[in-house]
């Protein structure tokens, strides 16, 4: 299965990004063969929609899940429409992400906020 996860570097050592519309990266990694690919975000510079837009990237790529700690109503709707599971990270390095989630240790994100319009001023 290939699952996306924000990155804060591009290795498999990286922490994972708090944000998810604003994150630098997204790292996919195929969790049978541990290949994984780069995804710069780049709706990082985005004026609004960021977390539109990069969950889109994320449709777009061929993941099937993505673990992440925060996404908004938007993002989560364009995530949803494509099947794809939105899981809940904790803190970690990616390659720690991909291990938990082979062990099926990672929950749902079920606490899904309601975006950050304006720039963040909600």
Do not use: W
Not at 94 to 115: C, M, Q, Y
């Amino acid at each position: 299965m290939k699952i996306a996860i924000p990155s804060e570097g591009k290795e498999l050592g990286s922490a994972v990004c708090q944000s998810f519309g604003r994150t630098i990266y997204f790292i996919l990694v195929d969790t049978d063969t541990q290949n994984f690919t780069v995804l710069d975000n780049e709706a990082t510079a985005a004026q609004g929609g960021a977390g539109i837009k990069a969950a889109q990237a994320i449709v777009d790529s061929g993941a099937e899940a993505v673990v992440t700690f925060h996404c908004g109503e938007n993002a989560a709707d364009v995530l949803k429409a494509a099947n794809i599971k939105i899981l809940k990270a904790v803190p970690a390095t990616v390659r720690e992400i991909v291990e938990k989630f082979k062990k099926d240790k990672l929950s749902e994100l079920t606490e899904i906020h309601a975006g950050y319009h304006g720039g963040g001023s909600q």
